[in-house]
């Protein structure tokens, strides 16, 4: 039998944020989103206003502007019920006052602890995971039909081809996001406990001169852009490509046989990769919180929706009933969250820059580390 107190509340709450009283206009729930989910959202909006006798207001907004505008807007009443982004917007977010907490309690099982973790700020949630990403090895399985177990063995094997491996490295601003499963098996970390830097540490430290080895034997080089990498691979110049699942539909297309894996270790831990999670957050400036949090947790996180919206992003549902168990979705499962606090916008362009100078051999690997992250640290206060 059920719980009539639940029963009870369940009616309180759909009476609070559904049935519009006679004579009154609908309640309207303000959606931002980018143009990749927008359509998607307008379906599944589609039910809950057929529910809940409401209105949903789909904005598609460009991904570049959604954060900044949201946090400029939202304080003043001007800006969205919901809005859709990465988790490493949180920091940000919560640091201006613009999100407010979730209750998933009741939908938590459901999900993987990275997404759920990534998805918290401070001990509090304050997003709803629909997908996973990070980057993992495409392997050729004509080129080399087995897996390597590690990075090295990885190199060894691509030695018959023009690149052993197609590694992105942005010319200008490094590649922290690729080469941190690398970094990571070094046992080393972005942040450590208490949000201290550990970029320099002694695993960090190992990293930086692993990484100009890599580069000395001309494993990975400035010249190999994403889009030099995905190339390579897809006319078999290498039979090994890091990437995530925003090559799959290029993959896919080009008629080369591959398999998806983790990216194996270089150290002795494991490789661990960021991983980026995609959600729904609503504003603590909301004039309808109970409808934004209804929406969410009955009609966002359920398996439907949350096939759909993965589907349309090309990621791994965050899900665990309808994810796919794949190379993407395990090595996004294997990874940790991309750091959401505000701190970490501070870290990239410093740390992709000692990145570079190393792989160019403009320096001592450990000297340039050390010199980013006192960089960094004077800038976080640390």
Not at 35 to 61: C, M, N, W, Y
Not at 89 to 117: T, Y
Not at 149 to 171: I, N, S
Not at 310 to 338: I, K, Q, Y
């Amino acid at each position: 039998m059920r719980n009539p107190l639940a029963l009870l509340s369940l009616a309180l709450l759909l009476a609070g944020c559904g049935a519009t009283e006679p004579g009154k206009a609908p309640a309207t729930l303000t959606v931002w989103a980018d143009d990749s989910r927008a359509p998607t959202l307008q379906t599944i909006a589609a039910g809950f206003e057929r529910d809940r006798h409401v209105k949903v207001k789909i904005v598609q907004k460009p991904m570049g502007s959604l954060r900044d505008d949201f946090v400029s807007q939202a304080p003043s009443g001007q800006g969205p019920d919901v809005i859709v982004g990465p988790h490493d917007w949180l920091g940000k977010l919560v640091q201006n006052g613009v999100v407010a907490p979730v209750d998933l309690s009741a939908k938590a099982a459901q999900f993987p602890k990275v997404a759920l973790d990534a998805m918290t700020y401070d001990g509090q949630t304050y997003g709803l995971p629909y997908a996973i990403e990070s980057v993992a090895l495409v392997r050729n399985t004509k080129l080399a039909p087995a897996a390597p177990r590690t990075f090295d063995e990885l190199v060894k094997l691509g030695r018959k081809a023009k690149y052993p491996v197609a590694l992105p490295v942005d010319p200008k601003a490094g590649s922290p996001f690729h080469l941190y499963p690398l970094m990571t098996s070094f046992g080393s970390a972005v942040f450590g406990p208490g949000k201290r830097l550990e970029l320099d540490d002694p695993g960090g430290l190992r990293f930086a001169a692993y990484l100009r080895g890599l580069a000395a034997r001309k494993v990975v080089s400035t010249s190999m852009s994403g889009d030099v990498a995905t190339n390579a691979f897809v006319t078999g110049q290498t039979p090994f490509l890091v990437t995530g699942p925003w090559d799959q539909p290029v993959l896919a297309k080009s008629g080369v046989p591959f398999a998806v894996a983790p990216v194996p270790p270089a150290g002795k831990a494991e490789a661990r990769p960021f991983t980026g999670v995609q959600g729904f957050y609503v504003s603590s400036k909301s004039a309808n919180p109970i409808l934004a949090n209804d929406f969410l947790i009955n009609y966002l996180a359920t398996a439907p929706a949350q096939t759909a919206l993965a589907e349309a992003g090309g990621r791994p549902a965050a899900m665990t009933s309808v994810r796919v168990d794949d190379g993407w979705a395990r090595a996004a499962l294997g990874g940790v969250p991309t750091p959401n606090i505000p701190e970490m916008d501070a870290v990239w362009a410093d740390w992709g820059l000692s990145q570079l100078a190393i792989i160019n051999g403009q320096g001592d690997p450990a000297a340039l580390t050390r010199q980013a992250a006192a960089k960094i640290r004077a800038k976080i206060g640390q």
